[in-house]
């Protein structure tokens, strides 16, 4: 299975290659790699059938206990095989359909990509490598939108999609690292096997909710379905491909893959009931206000996830088995609808169906492609999807509710079946922006060979039943499940039902033209419910940031270094009062001397003259005082070295001080900003004062450990031959310090070099265009 | 042994002398920037395969022993903080050589360059917090340098802001120290471990709120980090780069280091606080990022937001949230230097840093788009990239410690990560060039783009094959959660069996 996968990967990154050397024909060649897979996992069926299902475990991350663990058992034999089968189709669609775009090569990158990865999906047996292929998927899905990526659009219609799947995946990945600590284990099939451990845990209702979010989004089931139509600005063989028959289906995946794990609860059962509930009905009823092709058979497509989702949340035998086959069938009438409305467009010049009409001459083959799929689509005999959905109502029978939601929801695929497959093609006069003609066969074969499937899996269901079907139920269901698949059911109520479902949709077609008109010019230009919550939501986000980007990005330096200091006194007062941080200080003026207050009272005074002072000079001398002031401190505490290094610095600064200031222009010294600011920076800045002052206190309140300085003292002269002690410690016992700071004044002298020297690159032509618009707008 | 230890940072330190005299010569002035950059990768390459090897090693300069020396301590962190930068130095070296402009080298950028990562590597390696000091010291005045180098008005502006404000962590810092050094009667990190537990553990925790302010301003947390959007997308790119990358990470390592040897007296209290601020300064910076429209400035503010998550692995203050918050350093640090250098390349091409002024990119350089997709993608967090990864284990580590509502807000930070990210991907890469941009033709220099490729490599590798990584994590998790080894080495055994009677081993 991992070579199988790297195949995949391998080929994706050689196919731009290919395609380089190809060109038209390449899509033929590609194919076959998809081909080759879809017989690898044909070659399987036998022994996942027989209940083996193939396992391969490489070891990728163990500290995290995260491995390359594949298991295909039948549920991910039916997956492998719709996105290996229907991906070879759609490698040749897009040859012809995209046959001349210069953005082929990358096209094909990102299709195989998309693939390697979906098939990742369904085969991972470990959490954490299913959710690396996910994000994978999500990620080639947004490069397959945006496509066309010069469109705004698109553009932003492949964010929106990103989003809303990764805000999801978010989630999930929340969910599976909680569901890993719950059950100790990331391995899928071991999760499986310990249902009651998950179940009954604490945590419980939240992993499943987080889960749940990552399939509801990726499977755009409402609240989150909006993204999906939107996608529709990929191109054909994408929205075919990802958007109908594999990528969306990556949610109702999961929750299958899961369901022996977490279903079978009331939580399971309600929260995927009523949302897949709320799916169909929201689909179906938006389903009404389309034209666009493609966009139709979007909103069908949710209907039948929303289906998926139901059907799973049920949980019965008989709804799960309806599941596979509803899936199986969807995926292989969907896909070639929407290849056949993407031929329409390709060769007719539009998706409005109300703009098309007769190409059924010009376009022959494509019709029959589209007709056969559009019966399946419809849920009429002898098609698969006939059997899908009587065997749906048949899981719902006992919930009339969600039963009768289905047929209403069942009426509207007909009509879109009709709008897509028939309208179109049928009639005598030709209504097309283009002249139409029939597609090339690349574009043929693929809608042409899945219909016809759909047909023989529908005339004959026991093709499928025995090695695709019931081993695909049985995963779903955790247990084996032997069930038998016709055609003709007998005369049962499902029959009827089917009859009721196509009755309305045929009156609803028939009418189409009378009703929609009016819908449309009512409720086409509403945007409400969630997207428009989604949109507001970014709005009000991007504002909110905007605002508070302003509020805490000053400009001022002011503000910088008063918001430093208060963080600063407010943290670490903080915590001084509530945790006794100041309980050594010691408050023991006793034994100064009356000049000793006397310096204290001469440096506090140069300091109140530096705060009140307009005048420069008067400033730098004031503080020119505090130094002085500090320095005489120095003296009398029996600092003579310190002291006179003091008075040099400061006899320097302030000369060198004076000198700068005088030159400056005579603004620069105005006190900005009103009263209340200087009073809060003082305030600040004294509570700042009485912080250091307090902790200073605090740590001198403790015993001194001089255990440094009598190492100092006693080893300075016999063992590093120098009396002063401080020279010593400066030159040998802390030499790289001594080291550094030499360094430091060095590289600050190249640095006022550097300063002093003029600007950059006046009439520097080479440096006039490296800085077009340099920096900081 | 000794020799290798010293080396990162006196083999710069005389790389830049030499440099010095060579003033002017700018072609043999490149030759050996460069390659001496190479050589001390290579060493740095040597120094973290030795600790693998042999364990912690410890130089004692001058021959004293410690504590009454300076000690140079490389366990797994420090090594692998000096490899890091070894690999910076080299990628921004060779880009260097296209983007930079001779003017600046006439002013002395070279040897400026190799001062800076001397200090840094001064930074990790030193046993001893006054030492500590010194290297920031350094670090800050040649970086301060290499800021305003070129005296552009912008740079000027920014450059006031960035030195007022690290200075003024520089002061606290040495307050803190001179306040620790009275408590403690000593210098040596692996003494104070040793010593601060007879301080009492009110007034050990209220110093150790100085220290995290000194540090967190130089890591750039909230709410000290204004300096960091207001200048780091003045200089030219391959000096915003090198600040992206690494400038920060001396500040969250040290804040590492100290947050795990020395203040611990109190961890429901201080970790409980980095907590905190750590999920604030990831919304803060996200939203920074959000409003803005310049690709510098959006980077730099997902500087800001990225430390979040490295100081939320530090808050968890378990082997794996440890760990965790070294392996997201890491990514980070090549992620994002490398965005850095990517949005040099798309301003060759484009001519500007300005979204609205960029485009067409996708189109005309996949190659370049390629590379953005591999970093911009792994930064916000997407498998299997780098970033995947290290989001998801400070995540793990946070349901470890039960801390949900941290999880949920790193979360979601990373969906807003996307939306920048996506931003600048729309702008540049996927519209039209807006009218009157023409993209400049033929391919950017290959010496621009070697460096970014071998990033992204980087970022792919630890991605793709991330067990080794996460094995050196591990390890690193261990240490720094039990810092015996690190008191054994550097005082002896008698003062490790001290330490662990003490009860510091955890």
Known sequence: MLIALLLAFGAALVAPWVTGRLGRSAGWLLALLPAGLTLYFLSLGPRVAAGEPLVQRVSWVPQLGVELAFRVDGLALLFGLLIAGIGTFVAVYAGGYLAGDRQLPRFYLLLFSFMAAMLGVVTSDDLILLFVFWELTSITSFFLIGFQHESEESRANALQGLFVTAGGGLAMLAGFVLLGSMAGTYRISELLASPAVLVEHPAYPLALALVAL??????????????????????????????????????????????????????????????????????????LLQRDSKRLLAYSTIVALGTMVLLIGVGTPAAIKAMVVFLFAHALYKAPLFMAAGSVDHEAGSRDVTRLAGLGRSMPWTWLAAGLAGISAAGLPPMLGFIGKELAYEGLMGAPWLLAGLIAAGAVLLLVAVQVAWVPFAGRTVRAPKAPHEAPPSMLVGPLALAALGLTFGLVPGLVQDGLMRPAAAAVLGAPYAFDLYLWHGLTLALGLSLLTVSLGVALAATWRRWQPLLLARFGGVRVGPVAVYEGGWRWLLRFAALQTRFVQSDDLRHHLTIIVAFTVALTGGVALWRGGLESMVWAPSGAYLHEFLYFAVILLATATVVRSHSRLVVITSLGVVGFGVAFVFVLFAAPDLAITQFLVDTLVVIIAALVLIRLPSSALRGEGGRDIRWLSGAVAIAGGALITGLLLAVTGLPFDGALTRFFEANSYPAANGRNIVNVILVDFRAVDTLAEVVVLAVAAGGVGALLRRRLGRGDADAARREPDGGAQ | MSALLVAPVVWPLATAAILVLLQGR??????????????????????????????????????????????????????????????????????ALRDLDADRERLGYHPMFHVLLAGVNGAFLTGDLFNLYVWFELLLIASFVLLTLGNRREQLEGGI????????????????????YGATGTLNMADLALKLPLVPDGLATTLAMIFLVAFGIKAAIFPLFFWLPASYHTPPVAISALFGGMLTKVGVYALLRGFTLLFVADVALTHGLLAWIAGITMVVGVLGAAAQTEFRKILSFHIVSQIGYMVMGLAFFTPLGLGGAVFYMVHNIFAKANLFLIAGIARWYAGSFELKKLGGLYRHRPLLAVLFVIAAFSLAGFPPLSGFWAKLVVIRAGFEVQAWPLVAVSLSVGLLTLYSMTKIWLAAFWSPAPAGVELRAGPAPALLYAPVVALALLTLAMGFASAPFFALAERIGAELTDPTGYVRAVLGEAAAAAFVAQGGAR
């Open chain 2, 26 to 95: 700018l072609p043999i002035q490149r030759t050996l920037s460069t390659a001496s950059a190479a050589v001390q990768l290579a060493l740095a390459a040597v120094l973290l395969a030795r600790v693998a090897t042999q364990g912690i090693l410890v130089v004692q300069f001058g021959g004293w022993d410690a504590p009454f020396g300076i000690s140079f301590v490389a366990d797994h962190l420090s090594a692998v903080m000096v490899l890091v930068n070894g690999i910076m130095g080299t990628a921004v070296a060779v880009y």
């Open chain 1, 214 to 287: 990552g399939a509801f989004t990726k499977s755009a089931q409402w609240p989150f379905h909006f993204w999906l139509p939107n996608a529709m600005a990929a191109p054909a063989p994408v929205s075919s491909y990802l958007h109908s028959a594999t990528m969306v289906k990556a949610g109702v995946y999961l929750l299958a893959r899961l369901a022996p794990a977490l279903g079978g609860t009331p939580q399971w059962f309600w929260l995927l009931t009523l949302v897949g509930g709320a799916t169909v009905l929201a689909a179906t009823l938006l389903t």
């Open chain 2, 161 to 180: 802001k960035y030195v007022a404000a690290n200075l003024v962590a520089s002061m606290l810092l040495l307050t803190g120290i001179g306040l620790l």
